[in-house]
Every structure is written in structure tokens, then in C-alpha cells.
């Protein structure tokens, strides 16, 4: 289920482009609040080199870069760090106004007063407290890029300052670390991580296909659930979990590997609803001899098999399919990053060895929403 919400500004101020809520999200951004981006102009010392970030990936985005500001070295100005940490202590203490005050007068005209609280509650109910900033670098000499750990996450904050040291460009988004490994695909040949026939519902590459590329860690992740001959995941009404063909179903290890996080005790949803607060469920991480990382979520509660530090075989069950976490529907989520965290990983493009795709058997294939797919026997 994937609600949206896009309103648009009538003129050039500022617009706002949001996702209300989907089902299966594990970047934490799945509450009340939407995602906001403003714009007033691009920054004008990057104007040859811009490229429009692409909301899929981002979290949370403000760009109100007013004035040019030339910073050359890579050592945090005094002048930054006052107005970044003054920033820090007006957010941990609520003091939204103060925050307001410390912007410059264009960006308090693009983004007035209630529209800067209603962004920074929802960031705070989301994320929670600042509890670490750390100075990074400068980027493209306008803004100051620090590494920022709040309670519940971990993003990227990037501040540029006017000349009467007031805040005129805020940029927010989800941390990546530019030195963790870099993965195209996977070069473990896999199964698929279940027995029968399943359909896709999310997967492909693009927003049409798979709306898990608005995140960094999933975009090639898929949704799979099982349909009958008329197209319905469920038997009869869909009200209760045990009427999904799906649910219970056995899941799969799709290669040999090391279970390296194992989540279990959360409870399944009624179908329809959605359980936030810890979104993937129950879950289970296996990382491959080739250090791929396979995320498994939404299993049903106490039914995982395997222990953390447990070396699997390829077949080997490791629990049945739920409903539990941020999941409409009992469905399989899984995919593939490049690291453990899943806060702070990239996704890897999924390719599955040899598997039956709508009847015909396909070599080395990613499959795409819709398709119906099984392993080759």
C-alpha cells in the first residue's frame, strides 16, 4: 500500500512533494510527516555542476541557498560551528522559533515560521534528539557537511551561512559514507528464497515498478507475495492473516552464509495495518563469503529457525512468512546492500541464478513487478 501526497506552491517559492506512508519502509521517515523539499533557487557557485537530487533518495531535502559564500579550506570555520551548534542545542531543547530566528530573512519568507516547526516536529518525532554532529568538509564551497547522529537515525547535514552569519541554505539526508564497499550485483548465484510459485508486487528499476528506490539500502528490493488464478493475495476477504496464501509459508536460505542479525518476537499486524516503529519485523541478515548482505523481513513472530552466528546451507529454512513490522499484508520483503546496516547501506541490484519466469525458464535474471516466479526443480 503506498499512500501519496504531492501539493504543489503556485509559485516559484517553494513546493513540497511528499509520501505519506508506504508499507514497507526501513529508513525512518513512516509517520505523520511528509516529506518536504523547498526551493528557492540552486546554489550559485555549484550552478555548472548541479544536479537535481533526486527525491527517491532522499529523506528529508531543504535547498534555499540565497547568497554565495566561498569556503576554501577543509577545517570548520568558528563561524560555522557557533551557528551549527547553536542549531543543535535550539533542536534538542524544542526551541523552534530560535531556529526560525537564525535564518536569513529570504529563507524565512520561503519558509515561514509554521512551516519550519510543523518540519522540525516531524523530524524530531521521527529521528528523535541530536546526539552527535561532527564536522566532515565543506561542499561545492557553499555548505558545511556534517555527520549527524540523532536517536534513530543517521543523516547528513549540510548548513551554508550568509555573510551576517544566518542560516540560508539547510540540505538533510540520510548518511552515506563515501569509503564503504562498492556493489553493482551479486556474484553469489542464488535461489529464490522460497518454495511454489510467487508473484512480484515491487521490483524493478523504476518508481513504476518498485517504489523501493526512493530508499538507498532497498531500491532493488522486491515484495513478493502469492496470488491465485484471479489475482487476489487472499482466499476470501483478506480481513485476517491465516486467509493470505502467503502467510506461513516456509522462507528459504537462497546460498550458503552466516545469519548476522536475527530479529524475532514482534507481532504480526491485522492486515491493513502497519506496526512503524520497528518496520522491517521480524528479520534475518545473511552475509555471503563475497560479504553480500541478504535482509529478510516480515517473517511471522517466533518462527525463525536460525541463530545469529549460525552458518546456513543453501535450502535450509529459516522461518515462515508474517505480517509483522511497517507490512499491509503478509509478503516477503527481501533484498541485497552492501553492508549490515541497513541505515546506512547502499542496495544491490538482485539477480537470481536460474528460475522459471512466467513459465519460461530464465538464466541469471532479475525479475520484475508482476512476474510470476519459481524455482527450477
Known sequence: ???????????????????????????????????????????????????????????????????TINVFGQIESSTYKIVADKFVENYNENDFKSIFDSFSLEMQSALPLDKATDFLKGLKSQAGQITKLQFVKYVNGTYASYKTNFERALFTVNISVDNNSKINGLFIKPFTDENLPKMERNITKLQLPFNGEWTVFWGGDTKELNYHIENQAQKNAFDIVIKDEKGNSFRIDGITNEDYYAFGKELIAPCDGEIVLVVDGIKDNKPGELNPMYAPGNSVIIKTDKNEYLFFAHFKQNTIKVKQGQNVKQGELL????????????????????IEDMNAATGVKCYFDKLNVNGQIKTDYSPIKNEKISNVK
Not at 511528499?18 to 521517515?29: I, R
Not at 522461518?319 to 552492501?338: K, T, V, Y
Open 1 to 67: 500500500m503506498v499512500l501519496t501526497d504531492n501539493i504543489k506552491a503556485t509559485n516559484s517559492a517553494f513546493a513540497i512533494d511528499g509520501v505519506w506512508s508506504s508499507a514497507d519502509s526501513f529508513v525512518v521517515k513512516e509517520s505523520s510527516v511528509l516529506r518536504i523539499k523547498f526551493c528557492a533557487e540552486k546554489p550559485k557557485t555549484v550552478t555548472s555542476n548541479y544536479k537535481e537530487p533526486n527525491m527517491i533518495d532522499k529523506l528529508i531535502l531543504i535547498t534555499l541557498t540565497l547568497l
Open 319 to 338: 522461518g515462515l512468512c508474517g505480517n509483522s513490522g511497517n507490512s499491509s499484508e503478509p509478503h516477503l520483503h527481501f533484498h541485497i546492500q552492501n
